[in-house]
């Protein structure tokens, strides 16, 4: 669909690194199909506050800002990493488009440790995320896990200085930074299971918007769009929050749309698993979509039906 505008279409955007660098790839996009962009920084509760994630409240504390930027107008469009998107639908915005996906692994980076299997006894592991962590428990419960905060070139520096043996990080942002050359071991999924959306962006805009929704949705991959939408359907049906330690991953095989999830007690000694898929052939975009909201449903269920409630509640007792 072509869609023309003489409209500068204002972009709200964190102001790290990372978060630029992912808007500054969708504006290059849209400029390239002739639309006007304006990047508007907007500063968040993650961006401001130290000390663990899990501790600054809740969740959204990388996007409220900059929805509530979006209600007031006073930008068109935002450009999210998905994984730190809540699921919770928030009355008068949508999410339009996932253009797409990266690389969805997490990476070992170390300066002494080459990969998973040689990470030696009692090291200490950086990292900000309780699903890492909770896994990295799971497999290797001698392991000293602490807490790391900052933006990738903050963490980066943080265990050149020693601080930790190694820290785990998101491959798809390492490879946007053009440091693919720190990046030691993909950690194989059958360790650690992604986070929700992770490697994707998500263009959320107001649901009103017609002319933006229309300009968004030459940038979306249904490719990516379906199985994001089945993750996100997951941990929406658990009530777990994109903070809690739940990995999900979803692709589309042969015509198959495949998810597993997974979810831990905070210590990692405990764990459920499920995994499903539905069919995804004769069926139209919108149908596909469905069908993906109603996997990532069932999946939860079976998860909720092993006792996933109240791992998440435990995790959140202990954060």
């Known amino acids: 669909m072509n869609v023309s505008s003489d409209r500068v279409l204002k972009l709200g955007t964190r102001g790290s690194a990372l978060a630029l660098w992912q808007s500054n790839w969708v504006a290059s996009q849209l400029r390239e199909l002739g639309f006007a962009v304006e990047m508007v920084e907007i500063s968040t509760q993650g961006d401001v506050r130290s000390g663990p994630i899990g501790a600054i409240g809740s969740q959204g504390v990388f996007t409220k800002e900059i929805q509530r930027a979006l209600l007031d107008e006073e ?34 980076v170390s300066n002494t440790i080459s990969s998973f299997d040689g990470i ?147 210590t990692g000694s405990q764990r459920v698993d499920a995994e499903s898929e539905v069919l995804l052939a004769q069926l139209s975009e919108s149908q596909q979509v469905e069908a993906a909201d109603e996997l990532g449903r069932a999946v939860a269920e079976d998860l909720i039906a092993q006792g996933a409630t109240g791992l998440i509640a435990e995790a959140r007792e202990n954060a």
């Open 75 to 108: 930008v068109d469009f935002a450009v999210h990493s998905l994984k730190d998107l809540p699921t919770e639908e928030i009355p008068g915005l949508c999410l339009t488009c996932v253009p797409p996906r990266e690389r969805v692994g997490d990476v070992l």
């Open 120 to 266: 030696a006894e009692g090291a200490v592991i950086g990292t900000g995320s309780m699903r890492r962590k909770a896994q990295l428990l799971n497999q290797r419960p001698d392991l000293k896990v602490k807490d790391i905060r900052g933006n990738v070139d903050t963490r980066l520096q943080k265990l050149d200085d020693g601080q930790y043996d190694a820290i785990i990080l998101a491959e798809s942002g390492l490879k946007r930074l053009g440091l693919d050359e720190r990046i030691n071991h993909v950690i194989d999924q059958a360790v650690m299971i992604p986070a929700v959306g992770q490697g994707a962006l998500g263009l959320e805009c107001r649901a009103q918007d017609s002319e933006v929704r229309d300009i968004l949705d030459q940038l979306n991959d249904p490719e990516s769009f379906i199985p994001i939408t089945a993750e996100r359907a997951m941990l929406r049906a658990l009530r777990a929050g994109c903070l809690a330690p739940v990995g999900a991953f979803a692709e589309i095989i042969e015509g198959r749309l495949r998810l597993q999830g997974v979810v831990l007690s905070g």
